[in-house]
């Protein structure tokens, strides 16, 4: 099984760094819809015109919940399903097809400034490996839908777009620790400041280390980690131009829980600890032209080592250079195009019991985009699109969108949308042979098909009130050339192929009342109904059950109360469904925290996670983590 993920939960007051940004607590319910997002259009735009399922977790957000990891605090939002395996492995997605055995949720794409975080090896997220100082998140936004036409393959069934403040807002100095009474601890520091030739920049870095989680049947599983990260930031200006360079390093040292991170028959019985290092670097340039348009060409190195022993080692190295140029208004029309470029080198180490065949690849993809924003009138906007993208197994696919928006009044809005998106097929589907050396059960996938959605939506965001915001969205995804694991005609071993469909419908709705100016309260609810089936000629009797391992619903409530101008507390309660293809029932979790702002400066914080008691959430029965009540503390100065 893929593991993915990154670990624990924390917590931590709000102080905001000298020259920092407002604090999102003292917004209203009508400001915080006029964020402007940007990954729905590629520009920016008030949140409560953009038509798509969106919602954006603030920097406040995540203050408040505690969180002090990634997942954490994607759960934060409650239009995707975040799945914790053991103490650092997550399966997330949107609705839908949270896959299981060794293929976890591979539909969603994620970008980390712009950076997307995607591994060609299993065309998914190692989550462990994705590590920001969440202090310097400035938000998150999570689209659920298509979103091909502008970020291209494998943002299927939705998109995270994480991004960090500017080096300018993140002047003085942080330091933070954290303790649990389950042996999770950590720290993070950061520093910044402006040159004399007006760059601004920060640097910072962060320790975590995490005890082994329990196991449902007793006993504890090996997943302990011990992870470092550390980068840099700057930010600049000159004239119309705007520049911004950051950098990133990290090393994961993770204890690796059975069957391991490719399940294979017959594998080994122990397994090493796996090494998570990584190092990248991105450049971006934006240029404000004088007729209202403008230019941006951004362009990342990412290299990474994933070594599973005694499985697999993986080395990637990938260079990306993306291009983009926002047309000044024409009329009616609003058009925005742009470029793409990706170049990848991939080196496996195969072993006994897994191999990649070729080890090494060199593989390319490229691609052009349009969209073009159509006033119809000055309540109704019509948004066209297409993309064309080159991959390196299927050739070039198209990706075509279509969304029209009509404002009911400035507090309302309905939009509608279709779109027709891909997941390309990964290494994983086509170059993984089972054992690594003949005899071969498993000879990988050479007909494997790209896996195709076609997409409906209606939605419908509205403010009828200061106090009180709501949005809801009705959804339904055909689905074609889902993968499936099929014997040949004499039955002697397994191929993977494209012999499965269905389609999942559903609905998504979240909103937020003010119901005092102390006191905020916020709730969102999923329902996804899933029906996938083998094509005929198919004799695979398992990866339906694999494909469907996603709850029927979800429920989240969040209480936000300010005690006053230096205490406050926060509850939140999520219920999830039952995951009855995997077997593992529905359970409720109660998470509270209480801030004290000691002194200007300087916060302290109380966590309570599970406080109702222990739960599983995801993986095989055999090798099921429990995650346990758990307290902690954290200690936050900034200067």
């Not at 649990?180 to 993070?188: F, K, P």
């Not at 742009?338 to 990848?344: D, E, I, T, V």
């Not at 006033?375 to 991959?391: H, K, Q």
Request: contains cysteine; proline residues 5%.
């Amino acid at each position: 099984m893929l593991a993915s993920g990154a670990a624990a939960c924390l917590v931590l007051p709000a102080i905001a760094a000298p020259g920092g940004q407002a604090d999102l607590a003292d917004l209203s319910i009508e400001e915080l819809a006029n964020i402007q997002v940007t990954s729905v259009s590629k520009r920016p735009e008030r949140l409560q015109d953009a038509p798509a399922a969106v919602f954006v977790i603030t920097a406040d957000d995540i203050r408040r919940s505690g969180a002090d990891s990634l997942p954490e605090a994607l759960r934060l939002a409650p239009n995707l399903h975040v799945a914790r395996i053991n103490g650092y492995a997550y399966s997330i997605s949107a609705r839908g097809l949270n896959s299981g055995g060794s293929a976890l949720s591979n539909k969603l794409l994620v970008l980390v400034d712009g950076r997307s975080v995607y591994t060609p090896l299993f065309s998914g997220v190692f989550w462990d490996a994705q590590d920001v100082l969440l202090e310097d998140v400035e938000r998150i936004e999570v689209v659920s839908g298509p979103g091909g036409v502008l970020w291209g393959l494998n943002a299927v069934n939705g998109v995270i777009n994480i991004t960090t403040r500017s080096a300018r807002d993140t002047q003085g100095g942080m330091v933070a620790a954290h303790g649990a009474n389950d042996g999770d601890a950590g720290a993070a520091f950061r520093q910044g400041g402006t040159s004399a030739g007006g760059v601004a920049w920060r640097a910072f870095g962060k320790y975590t280390r995490r005890a082994d989680s329990d196991r449902v049947e007793g006993g504890n599983i090996d997943d302990g980690y011990r992870r470092a990260m550390a980068g840099v930031r700057a930010d600049w200006e000159q004239g119309s131009d705007r520049f911004t360079v950051l950098g990133n390093v990290y090393q994961g040292r993770l204890d690796q829980p059975a069957p391991g991170e490719i399940a294979t028959p017959g594998g080994p019985d122990r397994f090493g600890r796996v090494h998570s290092d990584g190092v990248n670097l991105t450049a971006r340039w934006q240029r404000m032209l004088d007729d209202g348009g403008s230019v941006d060409v951004q362009a990342y190195l990412d290299h990474t080592l994933r070594e599973s022993p005694p499985l697999f080692t993986e080395r990637l190295t990938t260079a990306d250079l993306q291009f983009q140029h926002t047309l000044p208004a024409q009329g009616r029309h609003g058009i925005v195009w742009g470029a793409n470029y990706r170049h990848s080198r991939d080196r496996v180490d195969n072993s006994p019991y897994v191999a990649f065949l070729p080890a090494r690849t060199t593989q390319r993809w490229g691609s052009l985009f349009v969209q073009d924003e159509i006033t119809l009138r000055d309540d109704w906007r019509l948004v066209l699109g297409g993309r064309a993208e080159y991959n390196h197994y299927t050739g070039t696919e198209f990706l075509p969108s279509a969304r029209l928006s009509w404002r009911l009044s400035p507090q309302h809005a309905l939009w509608a949308g279709m779109a027709r998106t891909v997941r390309a097929p990964s290494r994983l589907d086509v170059d993984a042979w089972v054992p690594g050396q003949p005899p071969y059960i498993l000879q990988g996938g050479p007909q494997v098909r790209s896996e195709v959605a076609r997409v409906i939506e209606l939605g419908y965001r509205g403010q009828p009130a200061p106090t009180l915001s709501y949005s809801a969205t009705l959804f339904h995804h055909d689905y074609e050339h889902l993968r499936t694991q099929e014997f040949d005609p004499t039955r002697s071993y397994l191929q993977f192929a494209s012999l499965m469909e269905g389609y999942g419908s559903g609905i998504e709705a979240w909103g937020s009342w003010q119901a005092m100016p102390r006191w905020r309260l916020a709730a969102g609810f999923t329902a996804l109904r899933q029906r996938l089936y083998t094509k005929p000629g198919s004799n695979d009797t398992g990866s339906v059950l694999a494909a469907r391992r996603d709850p029927t619903h979800t429920l989240q409530l969040r209480s936000s109360y300010n005690i006053d101008d230096t205490r406050e507390i926060d509850v939140s309660l999520r219920r999830v469904g039952e995951l009855a293809a995997a077997g593992v029932p529905s359970y409720t979790a109660l998470d509270a925290r209480f801030g004290w702002r000691l002194r200007p400066g300087v916060a302290l914080s109380v966590y309570g996670e599970n406080l109702n008691g222990g739960h599983t959430e995801f993986g095989t029965a055999l090798y099921r983590a429990q995650f346990e009540r758990r307290v902690g503390v954290k200690l936050r100065w900034d200067y």
